[in-house]
């Protein structure tokens, strides 16, 4: 039943988007003057988990590299590259310039300038999960960095600012803002029918079927891709020539499931603690929570940063929060 896999996985960066005329259109104005040699303002691409940001920055910048000679590019997550230090040797990676580096030893300012004078033609950087950066002053050094175009990827625009120190909010200023809102139910269908037809055979799965995935995924084509994915390998596992309605309907939280133990595994070790705590306690209050943190590890974060991690686990749905102030409880979503 699936002829290639490779369109079933949410990474998968397809030749032509569907949906998104608008927010290509936006970036790719936004990184035009790189193809006059020129250096482009920063994009902050923001919105929802699931609505085709990282896809969109990809493909803008792949298609930038296709019409630009000696185009240096890096995407860099975030989530896992959260430090200062972690940043700028991944951008140095994307250059082929990390080789020498040494994770215990090379001062970051050392990293900056080796970023620097390696640059020798236009370079953009795509930096994914920028909300997760615990020193975020390496937006200043990389805004700096002549040669050098950021791609900027987040949740909330809103609240990625008001966590910025002030030279770094005052650089980004011109920011051009793209906003990203869920998809519609037509819009996700026709998604999922690309899919369908570069990766599995025709008439595998029907319309109607389809259309139940679009709804099951309230806006999130992660979601809608997941589903779609777990359905076709069960169906290819039971050796079926086409997708039941029972499939479908037991793929949706598999998926889901493994959407959440996917989002577990991405948590930094302070963040999979904060984590731990709350599932094991089943509900507890934000003062419960940074106290038993607080003695779970040596060298605790400060509660502004505790609250911004659970923000994103909010976001990625692996937690939920009931009431306001000291009366709100954190529980682990099962």
């Known amino acids: 039943m699936i002829t290639d896999a490779r369109p079933l996985q949410p990474e998968f960066v397809p030749a032509d988007v569907r ?12 990184l ?6 020129n250096h482009a303002d920063p994009a902050l691409l923001y919105g929802p988990s699931g609505t085709g940001k990282t896809c969109i920055a990809r493909y803008a910048v792949d298609k930038l590299r296709s019409e630009v000679v000696n185009l240096h590019t890096q995407y860099v997550n975030c989530w896992e590259d959260y430090t200062r230090f972690k940043t700028l040797f991944r951008v140095l990676e994307g250059l082929n310039r990390s080789f020498d580096v040494h994770r215990q030893s090379t001062p970051r300012d050392e990293l900056l300038d ?4 390696a640059i020798d033609t236009a370079y953009v950087v795509v930096l994914d999960e920028v909300d997760q950066l615990e020193e975020t002053t390496v937006l200043y050094d990389l805004w700096r960095t002549p040669g050098l175009s950021l791609v900027l990827i987040a949740n909330e625009e809103k ?3 008001a966590e910025l120190e002030g030279r770094v909010t005052s650089r980004f200023k011109t920011a051009i803002r793209i906003s990203f809102d869920c998809y519609g139910t037509n819009e996700l269908i026709g998604i999922l029918e690309d899919r369908v037809r570069w990766g599995l055979h025709q008439d595998a799965i029907t319309d109607d079927q389809l259309r139940w995935i679009a709804d099951a995924s309230a806006g999130d084509a992660r979601v809608a891709i997941g589903i779609l ?3 076709a390998q069960e169906a290819d596992q039971r050796g079926l020539e086409q997708v ?7 793929a949706a939280p598999e998926a889901k499931a493994e959407i959440q ?11 999979r603690i904060l984590y731990d705590i709350i599932r094991d306690q089943g509900s507890v209050s934000p003062d419960d929570l940074y106290e038993r943190y607080s003695g779970e590890v040596d060298d605790p974060k400060s509660n502004r940063m505790v609250r911004n991690y659970l923000k ?9 929060a009931t009431g306001k102030g000291r009366a709100r409880m954190y529980s682990a979503v099962e």
């Open 244 to 250: 039941t309605d029972e499939v479908v309907r037991e």
């Open 229 to 231: 994915r777990a359905a």
């Open 19 to 30: 949906h998104r005329d608008g927010e290509i259109d936006a970036l790719t104005s936004t």
């Open 114 to 117: 080796k970023l620097r004078n």
């Open 261 to 271: 133990r996917k989002n577990v595994e991405k948590l930094t070790t302070d963040q």
């Open 32 to 37: 035009a003057p790189i193809l006059d040699g």
């Open 312 to 320: 994103k686990m909010r976001r990625y749905n692996l937690v939920t």
């Open 159 to 161: 609240e990625l600012f």
